[in-house]
């Protein structure tokens, strides 16, 4: 009988002993993406051709709509759905776009002679501009251009996000967006009137001298910022390895704590937050349900998790060929609404390839 009960706990041991290297195989093979270029300002490699689409930068979508894309060096925003097919609209947004994002309040209205409606999609800009597009504003819709609402002189905007905040039961509505020359993040209520937050002004006191914010997202009601190095005129990013941070911050501009410092982080901008659901299910694979932080210095994809303790570092997404995707010049990211802009489980991105002079938007799929 013992010698029985020795046979079984050594066989147990040994089943046990190849099962965690066979859980690992499995995790990791999870970890290869298929990246695929879905439109570029050229048509180079298959990709559909848009002369537009040049350092295509910020990228968001509402609940039904396509992929609104901002186009810094053609002053313009572009519609793609999740195949990479074009919709016939065309925005003109004035000042170099970076970052956009979709409003489906009834704030942020703006006007143009006698017409006048809340932007549905609005845009920061390089000139320190904040821009909104209504589609009858102005008339005949669909409106040729965003209309500028609010400028800041002196700022240089790299990114914009939008939140809300609710305080004794009423709920405000905000834009933030990162002024990267003086190194702040600059709010607007919903009449996009410049305001300041009693939460706090989007401070982490642990980031040094010389690094600003850059790029920005709401994800599920937390304000992320990523910090990248500024140049000697703080107008450009430096690029660099362990050049950046990323923070989390309340809408009310609180600072809830770092989720990631130097490290792999290269002038990162892009945010995202995998999902993960249903439960039990990996719908992108082994980073699902982990904050994904795009940078732009390198073009790679880095995976953070939150623990008890903080943030752990998952890693870097991977291609087919078992190596890190890098794509060049890579800039906003996101994840698609299960209807014209793509899958939910289908990662969307924007770059600015060969030093911004091109343009390319894609996807990455598990």
């Known amino acids: ?30 970890n290869a993406y298929k990246v695929t270029n879905l439109v570029s300002d ?36 572009t519609l ?20 956009t994002v979709f409003n489906g309040s009834a704030d942020f209205v703006v006007t143009s002679g006698a017409a006048h409606g809340p932007a549905r999609f609005l845009f920061a800009t390089e000139g320190g501009q904040i821009l909104g597009w209504n589609p009858a504003v102005p ?48 709010v607007f209520d919903g009449s996009f009137h410049p305001t300041t937050l009693t939460g706090g002004s ?63 982080l290269n002038a990162p901008w892009g945010l995202a937050w995998a999902p993960s659901e249903p ?9 699902s349900g982990d904050l994904l932080v795009g940078n732009f210095g390198n073009g790679r994809i880095h995976a953070y998790a939150p623990t008890d303790e903080g943030w752990e570092p998952r890693g870097v997404l991977k291609g087919t060929n078992h190596r890190p995707i890098s794509i060049d010049g890579l800039w906003g990211i996101g994840f698609g609404n299960d209807a014209a802009a793509g899958s939910k489980n289908v990662l969307y991105f924007a770059a600015g390839p060969d030093d911004e002079a091109h343009g390319l938007f894609g996807s990455i799929a598990p």
């Open 202 to 264: 989007f401070v982490d006191p642990g980031i040094p001298a010389g690094f600003a914010p850059f790029g920005i997202q709401n994800l599920g009601g937390t304000i992320y910022v990523t910090y990248a190095k500024q140049d000697a005129d703080a107008v450009d990013e430096i690029n660099g390895g362990g050049l950046g941070y990323v923070s989390a911050f309340g809408p009310d501009g609180s600072f809830i704590g770092r989720v990631a410092s130097r490290g792999a």
């Open 139 to 186: 008339p005949p819709a669909p409106a040729a251009d965003a209309i500028v609402a609010a400028t800041t002189a002196g700022a240089i905007y790299k990114g914009l996000a939008i939140g809300s905040v609710t305080s004794g039961g009423t709920t405000a509505n905000y834009l933030y967006a990162t002024d990267f020359h003086h190194a702040r993040v600059d």
């Open 279 to 287: 439960l039990g299910t990996h719908p992108f694979g082994k980073f």
């Open 80 to 99: 793609y759905g999740g195949s990479g097919a074009k919709f016939s609209i065309e925005v003109g947004v004035a000042g170099h776009p970076t970052g």
């Open 1 to 30: 009988m013992v010698r029985r009960a020795l046979t079984l706990l050594a066989a147990l041991g040994l089943l046990l002993a190849f099962a965690v290297p066979v859980a690992a195989r499995n995790i990791n093979s999870m």
């Open 42 to 77: 050229t048509g180079v490699g298959g990709t559909l051709e848009d002369p537009l689409l040049v350092n295509a930068w910020g990228i968001t979508a509402g609940p039904m709509t396509p992929w609104w894309v901002a186009n810094n060096a053609t002053s313009t925003s």
